[in-house]
């Protein structure tokens, strides 16, 4: 056994050696490193990116980690912050009032130290006419910043006393950003924001004040990921994380789409270099077919032939694994001096995970689709030196390659991608059109047989039918593999050029960025001619009534019927109902239908319907103001929430609250230009809360531009792994191709014949994988905008030329390089090599 292996060993380390002399392992190196280079460029590229994502989210949290709770947090929660070399950063936050002089309102206070924010920046003006400005930390003690809305409800100014609790503080600033405000509306009422050491001397906390303690956490990704490990398990009820999808909603579509874009293309990068390597270890079966007879003849074992293979592609997977790393990396510091320039953003440097993920991927790469093939080499006969028809065995003797190349096919995707719902949706698409390329391709065979042609220009379109028709199966490979690397650098330029489009037309640039909340009833007409009066659009106003939710069909309702923590807080939380004649433009109806508005029904979004376990038909009882509301579910809906609309979770028909009290909200953008309606709106009705989340949308505007811009430079590398498809597909049929040009030439025919024929056969395979391209890639686009991404895709025209353009093109250039001198051969020295 030890000598066996042995033996395979050394023989495998000669057929390496020998084999990369004589330049039989170049192509699959080649394709092996370019697929590697592809994968980790985008890897390490994406990790890098990826860091500055979560960067600038945690800027929007104000801490890499937020814990909340009702209560004072323990000390044990510090301490081991601390012991992990994390910053850590304290707030208290509740309703209370305001006064200035016999003016008083409602206020969100907000109490901070001095290390908030640990993420991000305050943006504050000293005076109202003055612009905003870059801060660290909050206020000193014995001061207050405030938003502007606060100071014209009070008509007070910055250097007043405002009266909060047993304290006068002093407004020294006036709030234009905090970083960690999200757009949901559990406050109602303007920010007061002041030192925290000022709470115990304003006497506000008392026995059962409604306040929310925040412990805020900063530092290395390793610590704050042990730190959230060891804390998740401690949590005890109405503690809990504040994660991003928590907060800041609308910023997490964002993030969500822009790591789909990158799973996208970091998956295509992994079909593109499947097909090179395919094809590459199908040349290289092929041509030593003969060789692996020989030794069969000379008396080696089948086992020690496996293991002779088995060590030279380890081989092969090493190097060519190291030099695909290597010039991944190198060509990633191009992709990241472009991007860094654009995005006026430091990057954080790379891990070593991209370059094991790379050396995984080139081993999976080729025991995935370089194994059936070789596989197969071990089956060969010794008669096979004899008889040159002795095949080494079909599929049936090669089932168990099959089955290990599947499984690590799909390893490969889930390390690559690690979402395996996308993965297996476009997976599917390729293999559909795969399907429908190959069926096209012997459609056109069948086609061919019928057709005649005559002399000069015909004879060479005869030539060209009828040496596709012979090599049915090499022109089938040829037409797919063709077929499949065009569609997906036209799918890649729908997804770069329509697709982005989209999704930059999802938040245009008049989104809403300022919403006006507690708007009373009698007050609706005015405030819309005060905003028609300063040229914007008359506004939609949406009634909000507060309920809770206290039985499904009959059943009461308590936070302990639920293991969900997001079931448990709906369960404990009052509802923001609306009232809702027709679909709201940013839902979607997924399930059910909509409202009957004369029946008393409820439309109700799909994740909460899910948290809850609800379902069409069930009928939910609301507690409305000490009134029992019976409404029955209608229909489940998908909410757009990066819209920057006003949407809710839950939508009635008019019938079901016909008389309920309630206060308005709506949403509508201000231009720069318009920044004084707001402070009218504030003087003439001081109980409307102008929220202003201008900076919100420019944030989320900006992740949105950096996100774009990355992955079309992902893009641009990923069409270079393809154009090696498109070449690896014609050199596999070079040796075929020089054994019938000479004995064409050995019957008489001459050079300009075939060379005419030869260019009439890579036309006419071009533009008709340009055809079935275009078609693959316009209907895997539309998929995919509709099932992935969640973006309307206009309609597209230009893949069709474009197919058929590339595709000729694609075909003479690699046509061009990799058939070079194949008409130049002499027909004797070819002839002699195959006898």
């Given amino acids: 056994m030890i000598r066996a292996s042995a033996q395979s060993f050394r023989l495998g380390v000669q057929a390496f050696l020998r084999d990369w002399r004589a330049g039989e392992l170049r192509l699959l190196l080649l394709a092996l490193m370019v697929a590697v280079a592809a994968m980790t460029s985008v890897g390490f590229l994406a990790d890098r990116a990826g860091q500055v994502l979560e960067r600038d989210a945690a800027q929007m949290l104000g801490g890499d980690l937020v814990v909340r709770s009702p209560n004072p947090l323990p000390d044990d929660f510090h301490d081991e912050a601390a012991r992990l070399g994390l910053a850590v950063g304290h707030a208290v936050q509740f309703p209370s009032m305001a006064m200035y002089g016999d003016s008083g309102t409602l206020v969100s206070l907000k109490a901070v130290d001095d290390a908030y924010p640990l993420r991000g920046a305050l943006q504050v003006s000293h005076a109202a006419d003055q612009p905003a400005q870059t801060v660290s930390g909050g206020p000193a003690p014995g001061t207050t910043w405030v938003d502007d809305a606060l100071l014209g409800a009070l008509g007070a100014t910055v250097g ?17 950003h905090e970083p960690d405000r999200g757009t949901q509306f559990v406050n109602l009422a303007p920010r007061l924001l002041m030192h925290r050491s000022d709470l115990d001397a304003s006497g506000l906390l008392g026995p059962g004040s409604r306040v929310h303690h925040y412990m805020l956490v900063a530092g290395e990704p390793a610590g704050v990921r042990a730190f959230q490990h060891w804390l998740e398990p401690r949590l005890q009820r109405g503690q809990r994380l504040s994660t991003l999808e928590d907060s800041r909603p609308e910023v997490t579509r964002v993030l969500e789409r822009a790591e789909r874009f990158l799973v996208l293309v970091a998956l295509m990068a992994v079909l593109v270099a499947a097909i090179a390597v395919g094809l590459a270890a199908r040349q290289y079966t092929r041509r030593h077919t003969d060789g692996i007879a020989i030794l069969r003849c000379l008396g080696a074992p089948r086992g020690v032939l496996l293991g002779m293979l088995w060590v030279e592609f380890a081989l092969v997977a090493l190097v060519g694994s190291t030099a695909g790393i290597a010039l991944g990396f190198a060509a990633h510091y191009g992709l990241v001096d472009m991007l860094s320039g654009w995005l006026e953003t430091p990057l954080p440097a790379p891990s070593v995970l991209p370059a094991i993920q790379g050396w995984v991927s080139g081993s999976l790469l080729l025991l995935g689709f370089a194994l059936p093939p070789l596989a197969a080499l071990r089956h060969v006969p010794p008669g096979r030196v004899l008889r040159r028809d002795s095949a080494a065995g079909g599929v049936r003797r090669s089932w168990p390659a099959y089955a290990v190349a599947t499984v690590a096919f799909l390893l490969l995707i889930a390390s690559t991608t690690g979402d395996l719902a996308t993965s297996l949706t476009l997976v599917a698409g390729f293999a559909a059109a795969f399907l429908v390329f190959a069926v096209a391709g012997l459609a056109l065979l069948w086609g061919l047989r019928r057709l005649r042609g005559g002399e000069g220009g015909a004879l060479a379109w005869r030539f060209a039918l009828t040496g596709m ?120 109806i997924v399930a059910g239908r909509w409202l009957d508005p004369g029946a008393s029904e409820m439309s109700l979004e799909e994740g909460v319907a899910q948290s809850l376990r609800v379902s069409v038909g069930d009928v939910l009882r609301f507690d409305v103001a000490g009134r029992q509301v019976d409404v029955t579910v209608s229909g489940l809906r998908k909410v757009r929430w990066d819209s920057f609309e006003v949407n809710f979770f839950a939508l009635l028909s008019p019938a079901a609250l016909p008389d309920a009290a309630a206060s308005y909200l709506t949403s509508l953008h201000i231009p720069p230009a318009g920044e004084a309606l707001k402070h009218r709106i504030v003087q003439a009705w001081p109980n409307i809360t102008v929220f202003d989340i201008g900076v919100i949308v420019a944030q989320v505007r900006q992740m949105l531009e950096r996100t774009v811009v990355a992955v079309q430079l992902l893009f641009g590398f990923t069409v270079f792994a393809g154009v090696l498809v498109l070449a690896a597909a014609l050199h596999a049929t070079r040796d075929e191709r020089m054994h019938e040009v000479a004995v064409m030439r050995a019957l008489g025919a001459r050079a300009d014949l075939l060379r005419a024929a030869l260019f009439r056969e890579l036309v006419l395979c071009g533009a008709l994988a340009g055809v079935l391209a275009a078609a693959a890639s316009v209907s895997l686009a539309w998929v995919l905008a509709d099932r992935v991404l969640q973006v309307e895709l206009v309609s597209v025209w230009w893949p069709w030329p474009a197919g058929i353009v590339a595709g000729v093109a694609a075909a003479l250039l690699a046509g061009r390089f990799a058939l070079a001198g194949v008409l130049r051969v002499s027909p004797l020295t070819t002839l002699r090599e195959v006898a």
């Fill in 469 to 588: 028709a012979r090599r049915r199966s090499l022109t089938v490979v040829q037409l797919c593999s063709l077929a499949l690397g065009l569609m997906l650098l036209l799918l890649l330029g729908i997804l770069r050029g329509d697709l982005l489009r989209s999704w930059q037309q999802s938040l245009p640039p008049d989104a809403p960025n300022t919403f006006l909340i507690n708007v009373q009833p009698d007050q609706r007409n005015a405030v819309r001619v005060m905003i028609a009066e300063a040229g914007l659009p008359r506004p939609d106003l949406h009634p909000l009534v507060r309920a809770r939710l206290v039985a499904i069909n009959d059943r009461p309702v308590h936070p302990d019927d639920y293991t969900e923590e997001r079931a448990q807080r709906l369960a404990d939380r009052e509802f923001n109902l609306s009232v809702a004649e027709q679909l709201p433009a940013s839902n979607v």
């Fill in 160 to 176: 007043d006393r405002l009266e909060v609790g047993a304290l006068a503080l002093e407004v020294t600033a006036i709030i234009r």
